[in-house]
């Protein structure tokens, strides 16, 4: 059975879910420096104060800048800042954390110097914690068949862009131990969605390990996943949850995806 959520601020992400074209890369782009951007981005503001946004990044956009020179979150949310407060100048807006590009979800994006410091730290000491939703075409498989609940781990190395495994780990070999826990929420005409938690947060730590275990993710062409029908820049994986202390008020942010819009994300991708 898939974990509930605990408390905190739900987020429905039914109109993204169900948006074709209202979240298309190239048209945010063209309306950035337009008061539109404001209203055109308003949907994907799940969290907002003086600190932080939490916001749900589209499958197709940057977490961060990239050799592609395209626009990252950093810059098309420092635009609806600047255009939603009547900034002059220059707007501080960082990502905290990162999402692979064909990869969508819940992400925290800093809005001042000290909240990134601050939210940097506790993921680096393991106390910035996240869930994520994935499909696959095949049911993960333990000691007596599919599995239900599962932790999944392999000795991985990253070469050419990918996650491969390795009989070894260790500084010499530039290779580590990859680790998650896997649980079955639903599965449905061949396609099985799981709730992951990972530890750490390796170089595609999710894909790599689903594979590894005989069930790439649906999209995931680099790790031999099956090809969607109609979105060929998507991965079916979401981050859906999150929880970690807010920088200056020290309390408890959790944010987490609506269970509808849960059950609506096979809708994203198929």
Known sequence: MCPGFEPGYVFDASQIFGSDGGF??????????????????????????NHLLVIFKPAGWLSQS???????????FGAYLKKKY?????????????????????????????AAARLSEQ????RFEKRYRVLTHAALQGAK?????????????????????VETAGADSGASVYTLTATLCSSTAGRYAYDVEIEGGKFHQIR??????GSPLLGDLKYGGK???KHSDRLALTCSWLNFLHPTRNSAVIEALTPASLQRLHTYFI
């Open 24 to 49: 298309d890369l190239r048209r945010i782009v063209k309306i950035a420096q337009s008061d539109e951007i404001v209203a055109a981005l308003a949907p994907l503001i799940a969290y907002e104060d």
């Open 123 to 126: 993921i680096r000491e393991g």
């Open 66 to 76: 990239d050799e592609t020179g395209d626009a990252s979150v950093n810059e098309i």
């Open 208 to 213: 790599a390990l689903f594979a590894a275990h």
């Open 145 to 165: 068949g599919d599995a239900s609940r599962i932790v999944l781990t392999a000795t991985m190395r990253k070469t050419d862009r990918m996650a491969k495994r």
């Open 86 to 114: 009547r900034k002059p100048g220059n707007v501080f807006c960082a990502a905290v954390q990162r999402l692979d590009r064909p990869a969508s979800g819940l992400m925290v994006l800093a809005r001042t110097s000290k």
């Open 227 to 229: 090809k969607l029908p």
